[in-house]
Nanobody
Framework: QVQLVESGGGLVQAGGSLRLSCAAS????????MGWYRQALGKQREVVAI???????NYADSVKGRFTISRDNAKNTVYLQMNSLKPDDTAVYYC???????????WGKGTLVTVSS
């Protein structure tokens, strides 16, 4: 089992910044990747950014150049630095932790990010 604790959501004006954090604990020795997903009201959950165990990263086209995902291996924590926020970024952001062999996904409870215009 892996437990995830998210923090950092809130209300920000357009153009502002927020940093999300997600700390993982438990059986994390088969770590494969961590990432952030988001779900806006009435829409499906979508990937925002992923960081693999190798350190490689991938971003949704909509956030490239504005968001940065990083990981502190010692703290088993992943961060999402969000800059130049837009109202379209408003959503509940979920942390994902993926184990390998077999592949198992764990999800955080979500943290709300609201960007006002």
């Amino acid at each position: 089992q892996v437990q995830l604790v998210e923090s950092g959501g809130g209300l920000v004006q357009a153009g502002g910044s927020l940093r999300l954090s997600c700390a993982a604990s438990g059986s994390t020795f088969r770590f494969n990747a961590m990432g952030w997903y988001r779900q806006a009201l009435g829409k499906q959950r979508e990937v925002v950014a992923i960081i693999a165990s190798s350190g490689s990263t991938n971003y949704a086209d909509s956030v490239k150049g504005r968001f940065t995902i990083s990981r502190d291996n010692a703290k088993n924590t992943v961060y999402l630095q969000m800059n130049s926020l837009k109202p379209d970024d408003t959503a509940v952001y979920y942390c994902n932790y993926q184990l390998r062999l077999p592949t198992i996904d764990y999800w955080g409870k979500g943290t709300l990010v609201t960007v006002s215009s």
